[in-house]
């Protein structure tokens, strides 16, 4: 199951444009690299730039000059450009999706460090619930409001440490690296400045009583629950009654702001199950529409991130980035009408990119 979900959720990231059979054609990729905590270039950065086109992946590789800036010649199928630029620095890696430059320089933002998270906030926490299979998704859209990028102290630093409901001490699906120590949830990934996002799924624990701590300061708290007929109480959220999401109906439930060490606290009036039947099919089936309503939440609430300056993308990019994901959709329809995706991964997949297009639509970019 988590092999699976990892897949899923890469597609966040990493989407993969079908290839389009015409003339190729070169481009010239350059740019500078900007160190935005200093506001200076950095010489002697190892930039990577990443070339997407139909089912193959290709590397080229350069380093910055006494300038900061570094070139690529690039060659690709007319139509068929999708890009990704990365830079490390500080052992970081920093990446931004790159389509036609039209020859305008590109800038690549990078960050110092700090070992203090008194600049990460938690923008909206979600949690969806199935009763039936015990089952939770975590959706948690976190900001970093400072211009440096947060990591704990020592060369093997992490990101977010997020503690997980009493009673749970491991999570049955997230991005690859997520690990518990204890009922501490770990993840491997710094928290770079602006937005960035944390999905997670795991079983509920025996019992009806549902207690999370926050650990950082959390503007919202949204509470989804399916059936929307089991018996749920939700300390200091509103009832908001049903609603219909993704193509699936819960109730829903909505809080203010919670400080650092406050609680989220459910009362459950679920059943318990056995591992073998939590294991089943049907969980399955869940969490992949867990999946898709996680991705569909994230395409709302990003909506509403303020950009950063400098990281922001132009017109043009943003349409070809919509045609390519419009692209992208249809060869789905095309594969899932062909029988060569199943019914439930077809739809996460789409939903997923679909979230995208809305998002790109709704920013007006």
């Known amino acids: 199951m988590t092999n699976l979900y990892i897949r899923t959720v890469c597609l966040l990231s990493f989407l993969s444009i079908p290839a389009i059979p015409s003339g190729s054609y070169s481009e010239t990729i350059s740019g500078r690299v900007v160190n935005k905590t200093f506001d200076r270039t950095e010489s002697g950065c190892q930039i990577s730039l990443i070339q997407h086109g139909g089912e193959s992946v290709e590397v080229i590789r350069d380093t910055t000059d006494t300038g900061g800036e570094f070139s690529f010649e690039v060659e690709h199928a007319e139509g068929d450009a999708h890009n990704i630029l990365s830079a490390s620095y500080g052992g970081i890696t920093y990446r931004k999706n790159v389509a036609h430059t039209h020859g ?23 949690l969806v619930i199935d009763g039936n299979s015990r089952e939770v998704t975590q959706i948690i859209i976190v900001r970093n409001s400072s ?34 120590h204890g009922d501490i949830l770990v993840s491997p990934e710094p928290v770079r400045p602006g937005g960035s996002q944390m999905i997670f ?115 043009s990019s943003s349409q070809e980035r919509r045609q390519a994901l419009l692209r992208h ?37």
């Open 147 to 180: 211009t440096r990028t947060f990591r704990t102290g020592g060369d093997h630093g992490h990101g977010l440490e997020i503690p997980l409901p009493e009673g749970v001490t491991s999570i049955t699906g997230g991005a690859e690296g997520l690990h518990a």
């Open 104 to 126: 305008e320089p590109v800038e690549l933002a990078v960050y110092e460090t700090s070992d203090s998270d008194s600049s990460v906030t938690v923008i909206s926490h979600h």
């Open 201 to 315: 799924t795991h079983k509920l624990a025996n019992g009806s009583r549902y207690k999370q701590r926050v650990n950082y300061p959390t503007s919202s708290v949204d509470v989804m629950m399916t059936p929307p007929d089991a018996e749920i109480e939700a300390t200091g959220l509103q009832d908001l009654g049903d609603v219909a999401f993704q193509q699936r109906n819960y109730r829903r439930f909505r809080g203010a702001a919670l400080e650092k060490g406050g609680h989220i606290i459910l009362r459950l009036g679920v059943p318990s199950v056995d591992l073998e039947e939590y294991l089943s099919r049907d969980t399955l089936k869940w969490t992949l529409g867990g999946l898709a309503v996680a991705f569909g939440l994230l395409a709302v609430f990003y909506r509403k991130l303020p950009k950063r300056d400098g990281d922001g993308r132009n017109g």
């Open 329 to 365: 959709i249809a060869d789905l329809d095309d594969r899932h009408e062909d029988g060569a995706i199943g019914e439930q991964d077809y739809r996460a997949r789409r939903e997923a990119l679909m979230a995208e297009v809305i998002d790109l639509e709704e920013l007006g970019e």
